[in-house]
């Protein structure tokens, strides 16, 4: 039937299929590339044309934009730029959305009456303010609020609407306290007590600390009070056994996920009793089949994330695919019409993302996947890149702010850089040849293949008839062996070079978040992938059967992923890469879009120009030419916010670091575990990186308490300093294990005393406190502090560590205190030091408190507060003022605080 005929069904039928089919897999109708078409296909397609008028055929402007291979990832390109300019530039949603549909009126004139290129540039600017629109609408209004003081105790009263996470001395939980107003519940446990054991839905009356979320105030740091936003959590609680929980009567939460959390509570609980004696397996289990990551420990992670394989340790879309496969098998096994298998595949791959709890990445591959059976039932092939904009433009609709997100960003760039670049690789090298492996029997086959692979089909056949005149094996078996291990060889080559690719395209973002390149993840890839993966479907069929002997299989396929990771391991080199300049990342970026535009439409020439240019563009991105940013002329002191620690930086005039303790967080009670942030690895280092610092000379551990020395080992393992000055620190544990391995990275550790001097780069530094004769007791106090005295010109610092009064007044008696123009006030501002003795002495101009928002201790406390503005002192706080810089020449002074943005010179 003619398209002449659009009033009848099948003509009505054909258009649907035509536009769903272009939308997406890009215009051409039977899914394959032009120079594969068989002569019956080019036929067919030309009668299908000559029944088209032959008006809208040759000169549509819309069927030009149809026959475009991926007519979605340009408007995707703009909605996301206008989503980003939104951000930047102060546009309201009205005048946005009338500028779109003026632009898209425009379009379409263009594209009756102009040229498809007009018509393309107004739809794509309509789209882009589009965006900006999208943006507005989709701020957030002002929050919820609640009347408190930060550490107040509140009664809360809400539905339990996320499981619980439970980690060795705590379970974690969110309660919904009113539409869209959540609260994080932190419960810390006694020792051997049992947990709450709260389940999805249930009501609870709960006593419990509030504080509001916070971000460390420093430049470049983590946004996690919008990460918590974004999921309606705008409190976070604190409760122990001692608080008062109750369960209210009536049941709540969402009628489709209750009977699923269910099922994940029985999945965890067999997974606990299978696995009761492997810690890993248990971890690793519950992380891929419930998304509950609590149980993976700080070292596998590590571990993980060094050889590039921490993908496929926590839930993700290629998670989902491998289960949406084993079943689309099974259900073909038994003989599944086509239509509901496919049906049925993506209801399992919804169903999946919901059980692990509806985790972003999973959401967005079940979206994929579904469009991709879509186009599936009506006979189309999509192709990658057009899906990814489809899905992207849905996602992008719904929430913008998942722009943003580095799961989003992650996720769309590796399935672009596989449909860009290795797709595009594979189809010009390897695939040919893979393709050449199937039915070698079949003699007929070899004219439908480009000569050179044909060729390799007769040479095998002629091996296998050899073989059989020699030894008598018959040409099926032969043929058959010969067409497994070539398809094996080239599916395991095609990981490897879907690895690689993803590797290389991956480096930019993986620097800029992790500051990390894999070097081992190229072939660590190639091991972890398939056997992680074997574990979802193997983990599903032995929580199902509750095998103990499929247990124990799948608990040697991680004993043996566990090993692979170790082994690469210890090989991978520790390289930590600091951040790009911003024209470094951009040449890095065309680099990826030259090579992805060669492999399409260039030749082979082309093709080595730009794998060349792009390879030569990833070794100046990870070798980072640029200078670090430190001053020159100049000292520099920066107090790091670190929460309820210290954390200092000074820098010399003539560009070398000093770290001065490394903040952490101190653990009252027996059995109580430290929070899972290294302030070393995830507030310190990632200051550093932003500035392009690459090494330390020395750092300082004034005294051995937890908040001052929690993140030295990440420090030490990132920077490699030469040498480590101490305070009296007792020899004891947990010390010694880490002076063992500070020195096998080659620093070397010097303790002072009170009156050694150091010339440091153009500084002269002194000890003050400990005294010579002082002897630390068996466990770290604050009179062990290290106080030091920097001098430069006419300029100095007193760095005080957290030395208390008796201290102060031994440095007083021995005539080591002099005026000095700032001071690091000791021990956060705490009642027992900071006297007024000292300050008459010391009389500083400016006063650094580096303390916690909101803690426990309550410092700084109001006492030293009065004492130094008794003085005339300027105060400085990092829980306030956020990361504090303060430079000079020798004469003049420059102040910084990152939470105000003026500069403040004296």
């Known amino acids: 039937m003619t398209l002449e005929a659009a009033g009848g069904e099948q003509g009505a039928n054909f258009c649907l299929e035509e536009l769903i089919g272009w939308g997406l897999r890009g215009g051409n109708r039977h899914g394959q590339e032009r120079q594969r078409e068989t002569p019956h296909t080019r036929n067919y397609i030309s009668s299908r044309s000559r029944d088209w008028p032959a008006k809208t055929i040759r000169r549509g402007p819309l069927i030009r934009w149809m026959r475009l291979r991926e007519p979605l990832l340009l408007p ?11 951000r930047e530039i102060s546009f309201e949603a009205g005048p946005a959305l009338t500028g779109a549909v003026s632009l898209a009126a425009l379009g379409w004139v263009a594209m009756r009456f102009v040229t498809v290129r007009a018509a393309w540039a107004a739809a794509l600017a309509a789209i882009f303010l589009f965006g900006i629109a999208v943006d507005r609408w989709h701020r957030p209004g002002p929050p919820p609020r609640i009347d408190f003081e930060s550490g107040e105790r509140m009664l809360l009263e809400g539905c339990v609407v996320e499981p619980p996470a439970l980690s060795e001395d705590r379970e974690q939980f969110i309660v919904e306290l009113a539409p869209r107003a959540r609260v994080r519940v932190t419960f810390h446990m006694e020792e051997d007590a049992p947990p709450p054991a709260l389940r999805y839905g249930e009501r609870i009356a709960l006593e419990a600390r509030l504080r509001k979320p916070r971000n460390f105030l420093n430049p470049g740091a983590f946004d996690h009070a919008g990460y918590l936003a974004r999921r309606h959590v705008y409190w976070l609680a604190s409760a122990n056994a001692r608080s008062k929980l109750r369960r209210l009567p009536g049941a709540c939460g969402s009628a489709l996920f209750t009977p699923l959390y269910r099922a994940r509570e029985f999945a965890v609980s067999r997974l606990d009793r299978l696995y009761a004696s492997d810690p890993f397996a248990l971890g690793v289990s519950r992380a891929l089949l419930a998304g509950d990551g609590a149980r993976l420990e700080e070292v596998w992670k590590d571990n993980f994330q060094r050889t590039g394989t921490y993908h496929a340790l926590v839930v993700s879309g290629t998670h989902l695919v491998v289960l949406s496969a084993t079943f689309l098998f099974l259900l073909r096994v038994l003989s599944v019409s086509v239509g509901w298998c496919f049906f049925w595949t993506a209801s399992i791959g919804w169903a999946y993302a919901l059980f692990c709890g509806a985790t972003p990445p999973v959401v967005r591959a079940a979206a994929g996947l579904t469009l991709y059976w879509l186009g599936r039932c009506f006979h189309r092939k999509p192709r990658v890149l057009n899906l990814l904009a489809a899905v ?6 719904a929430d913008p702010d998942s722009l943003f997100d580095p799961s989003f960003q992650f996720s769309f760039l590796a399935v672009a850089l596989i449909g860009g670049i290795a797709a595009p690789l594979l189809e010009r090298t390897s695939d040919p040849y893979a393709r050449g492996f199937r ?11 480009p000569a050179t692979v044909a060729e390799m089909r007769v040479e095998l056949r002629l091996i296998a008839e050899t073989l059989r005149w020699a030894f008598g094996i018959p040409d099926r078996a032969t043929l058959a062996c010969l067409s497994a291990g070539g398809r094996t060889l080239f599916f395991f080559w095609g990981l490897f070079v879907v690895s690689a690719v993803i590797q290389l395209g991956m480096a930019l973002p993986m620097i800029l978040y992790f500051h990390r390149v894999s070097i081992s993840g190229l072939t660590a890839n190639l091991m972890i992938v398939p056997l992680i993966n074997l574990m979802v479907p193997l983990g599903f069929a032995i929580v199902l059967t509750g095998s103990g002997r499929l247990a124990q299989a799948g608990g040697a396929a991680l004993d043996a992923a566990r090993s692979i990771v170790e082994t690469h391991a210890r090989l991978e080199p520790f390289w930590r890469v600091p951040d790009p300049p911003a024209w470094l990342g951009c040449l890095f970026c065309l680099a990826l879009l030259t090579l992805a535009a060669t492999l399409r439409r260039g030749g082979k020439a082309a093709v080595a120009l730009g794998a060349a240019f792009c390879l030569v563009a990833f070794g100046a991105l990870v070798s980072n030419p640029t200078a670090p940013d430190l001053p020159v002329g100049e000292v520099e002191f920066t107090a790091v916010d670190v929460g309820q620690g210290d954390g200092l930086l000074i820098a010399s005039p003539k560009g070398r670091v000093m770290l001065i303790d490394s903040g952490g967080f101190p653990v009252f009670g027996s059995g109580r575990k430290a929070p899972a942030i290294d302030t070393g690895e995830d507030v310190i280092s990632p200051v550093l990186f932003r500035r392009a610092i690459r090494g330390v000379d020395v750092i300082v551990i004034t005294h051995a308490h937890a908040d001052h020395t929690g993140g030295l080992r990440a420090l030490a393992r990132n920077f ?6 101490t305070g009296a620190i007792p020899a004891k544990f947990p010390w010694i294990d880490l002076q063992a391995e500070l020195t096998a990275l080659g620093a070397r550790i010097v303790p002072l005393r009170a009156g050694d001097l150091r010339n440091w780069d153009g500084l002269r530094i002194e000890a003050l406190s400990p005294p010579a004769d002082y002897e630390p007791g068996a466990a770290p106090r604050n009179e062990d502090s290290l106080a030091l005295r920097v001098d430069y010109g006419d300029s100095s610092f007193l760095l005080m560590g957290d030395v208390e009064r008796r201290m102060e007044q031994r440095m007083l008696s021995d005539g080591l205190v002099r005026r000095a ?21 010391a009389r500083p101009t400016w006063a650094v408190i580096s303390d916690g928002a909101d803690n426990v201790f309550r410092h700084p406390h109001p006492d030293v507060i009065g004492r130094l503005q008794h003085a005339g002192v300027r105060i400085l706080r990092t829980d306030r003022d956020g990361q504090v810089t303060i430079r000079t020449d020798g004469r003049r002074w420059t102040v910084h605080g990152y939470a105000w943005p003026g500069l403040a010179d004296d």
Not at 76 to 86: D, K, P, T, Y
Not at 392 to 397: E, I, K, R
Not at 720 to 725: A, D, F, G, S, V
């Open 76 to 86: 995707a390109a703009s909605l996301a730029a206008g989503i980003c300019a939104g």
């Open 392 to 397: 992207a433009t849905g996602f992008l609709l």
């Open 439 to 449: 039915e070698l029997a079949n003699a007929r086959w070899d004219r439908h293949l």
């Open 720 to 725: 490699r300093p030469r040498e480590i000055w």
């Open 821 to 841: 123009d700032v001071l690091k006030v000791a021990h956060h501002g705490s009642k027992s030091s900071t006297t007024e003795e000292f300050l008459a002495a």
